[in-house]
């Protein structure tokens, strides 16, 4: 299991480069990992998202689909893309500090 | 890293040709599927495929419970009245379960994720409908021409 120092934070990653405690993360860790993922700035919207992400992540036990994101987090589907382009779901929850997404929508 | 970079799907064109509920979803999560890995994704709606994306039908189909061996039902059971609706609700609830939305919605969903969808110029004629007649996700009527065109360099797959 990798680790690696990211904003001053041990942190456990998998192979993948996702982060496997979410309880390590911190918002400085979220703005390096975005510039791994190609964004370099992470705007009120790319913020909007990831809060949700680890909200509903932390009462659910699991990284919300965009659907629920849509639905509950009041995230249009279209932003979600803008924002996170090649690639939603797996992009916001990596910079969220959450493993890969396990399900199909 | 470098070989599978290579063999990285790109595009995909999926065509839906079957009305029924359990004809509908395999495509429709395949292309929604596709965009959420960052792949292009476009759907041919053709046949009775067509009624997913009618204004009138997408959330009124249903699972086919006759002459589906996988159902575990003997033909005559299924063709009792009530079974296919039955059948529909308990599909739709366990879908829900997994967050994944009725046909309408879903539609609407792959088109905000940037999918193009089209429906089948032959049978649009043959069923005589209008483009007033689908939702207004539907990018078109296309001939099937148009869609290998649109499909040049990628996977099509046909459901």
Known sequence: ?105 | MADNEKSRIEKVSIVISRGSLDGVYPGLIMANGARMEGIDATIFFTFFGLEAIMKKRADKLKVSTVGNPAMHMPTMVGMLPGMSSFATSMMKKEMDKLDIPPVGEFIEMISDTGADLFACKATVDMFHLSIDDFLPQVDGIINVGEFYERSANAQIIFT
């Open chain 1, 1 to 105: 299991m990798p680790v690696k120092q990211i904003a001053g934070v041990q942190v456990d990653l998998d192979d993948e480069g996702f982060m496997i405690n979410p309880d390590q993360w911190t918002r400085e860790i979220a703005v390096e990992l975005a510039k791994e993922e190609g964004i370099d700035t992470l705007t009120d919207g790319h913020w909007k998202i990831i809060d949700f992400v680890r909200k509903d992540s932390k009462e659910k036990g699991q990284i919300p689909t965009i659907r629920r994101m849509k639905n509950i987090g009041g995230i249009a589907t279209k932003d979600l893309y803008d924002l996170f382009p090649q690639g939603p779901a797996k992009k916001s929850a990596k910079i969220a500090g959450y493993p890969k997404p396990k399900g199909c929508v």
